[in-house]
């Protein structure tokens, strides 16, 4: 049997098989050994009565007559044969006085013991021509403190075999009902022990063709319930990984291809002399910007993809956020100068400090600050909005642009995607910035939501401060 549920059958059926064949065994060694001992003793009882009659004929209470009729009546009621014997000083008593079947050997070794005054009990086979084991008592009768005479009393153990035969036969029938009600309970047990075992099995080979896999059912807090546990972690690592190299694939081929086909066209128009020797430092310049813009994309894949992984490890310390706004605040006023924008810090007029990676946050806040800044129009304000509570942080980059429109707002932190007003050559970005951002906040254990209307933007961060 190849399958785990038929070793685990085969091995408890094997195991409980052997159990009841034992058991049969033991049973009947023991059963056969406590019938001989009753009968033992029920023969010996026998002959310790026939000999207080023989001592009573002796002294005349009893007539002859009297006492073959008791004896007579005591080996019917024990179901055995009584024999009567004088015992002479040595040699075997007359030939007649005891059955004729029975051996010489066997009359003379009983009466060597009683002889010597022991009362005897064994157990042998009664003629070697006969296939029938006896039980055999012999009790001394003694006369004037001297053995005159024997009661030997002996039973065929036909009848013992017999009980043993049906205790057997009880025994095995018992067990073969037992064998066959284990047999399908412990299908049952095997089978749901196997279940999942085979299930994992069979997921992993799945798994292993690059199919989809759903979480397999666990069952309960045993070894096999942490296999299947585990099992669904590594699954879901796993698919996650192959996922992110799907969309990294494709968001790759997707970014890549129109700055290549740029940068090929602008070479290319240059080494055909199509574009005009005046012409080349501006093409050329806008090859340099394609370059910078794949560079940067490729930095922040690299990123996106630490995060991801989580091969990434923050560098957690207490730190002033308020000193963090500020400072990028104030690398991005030349900006907001350039493009007429008032910029605006609020809530930072003391310190507050928190618990986190100063520069994954600096990272956050610097994305969200050049987003507003980018798709704000001239005239519009943006600005930074800070509040701290007991046990979480929250900042805001607000601006007053055009906004987003509701049915992309779901889709903003995904890779690559841009809103479709803001795609164009001013613009730039590589579309993984907010997915960064996402992550990095998430990886705090916080959360980062956007908000938008008529009035503008609102990116919303909320971190522990612990």
Request: proline fraction near 3%.
């Amino acid at each position: 049997m190849k399958s785990i549920l038929g070793r685990l059958l085969l091995t408890y059926v094997l195991i409980i098989a052997f159990a009841i064949a034992l058991l049969s065994v033991l049973l009947s060694v023991f059963l056969k050994e406590h019938l001989f001992r009753e009968k033992q003793g029920s023969l010996l009882e026998t002959g310790y009565y026939l000999n207080t009659l023989l001592v009573r004929w002796r002294r005349g209470v009893l007539t002859e007559q009297e006492l073959v009729l008791a004896t007579n009546v005591a080996g019917e009621t024990a179901n055995a044969r009584v024999v009567l014997l004088d015992v002479p000083e040595e040699g075997l008593p007359e030939r007649g006085t005891w059955p004729e079947e029975m051996p010489d050997e066997w009359l003379a070794e009983l009466l060597v013991r009683i002889r010597q005054g022991e009362t005897v009990v064994v157990r042998r086979q009664f003629a070697a021509e006969l296939d029938t084991y006896v039980v055999a008592v012999g009790v001394p009768s003694l006369t004037g403190g001297r053995v005159t005479g024997a009661i030997i009393i002996f039973s065929p153990l036909n009848e013992l075999e017999g009980v043993l035969a049906q205790a057997r036969r009880v025994v095995w029938l018992s067990g073969s009902l037992l064998l066959l009600l284990v047999f399908v309970v412990v299908y049952f047990v095997s089978y749901r022990l196997a279940r999942p075992i085979v299930r994992v099995s069979r997921a992993a080979e799945a798994l292993a063709c690059g199919q989809d896999v759903a979480d397999l059912e666990e069952y309960g807090e045993d070894e096999v319930g942490r296999l299947v546990r585990s099992f669904n972690q590594m699954k879901n690592k796993l698919q996650k990984t192959e996922k992110m190299r799907r969309e990294l694939l494709a968001g790759v081929s997707h970014e890549l291809r129109s700055p290549l086909a740029a940068i090929r066209g602008f070479v290319q128009g240059i080494l055909d002399d199509v574009i005009p020797p005046r012409e080349r430092p501006r093409y050329l310049s806008l090859v340099l910007q394609e370059t910078s813009r794949l560079t940067a994309m490729t930095n922040d894949l690299l990123e996106m993809a630490g995060l991801e992984s989580g091969s990434i490890i923050l560098q957690k310390g207490k730190f002033d956020l308020c000193g963090e706004v500020r400072e990028v605040a104030e690398l991005f006023s030349g900006q907001a100068r350039d493009k007429n924008l008032g910029l605006e810090v609020d809530g930072c007029e003391q310190a507050l400090l928190v618990f986190a990676d100063s520069d994954r946050l600096r990272q956050v806040i610097n994305n969200l600050l050049s987003n507003a800044v980018k798709f704000t129009p001239s005239g519009g304000r943006v600005g930074i909005n800070v509040a701290g509570g007991e046990r979480t942080v929250t900042f805001e980059v607000w601006d007053t642009g055009p906004g987003i429109p509701s049915q992309e707002l779901p889709l903003v932190f995904e890779k690559f995607y841009r809103v479709e007003k803001s795609r164009d050559a001013s613009a730039g970005g590589t579309g993984l910035g907010l997915a960064i951002a996402k992550s990095i906040v998430e990886l705090h254990g916080g959360q980062i939501a956007l908000e938008t209307g008529e009035k503008g933007t609102v990116a919303r961060v909320t971190l522990p401060r612990k």
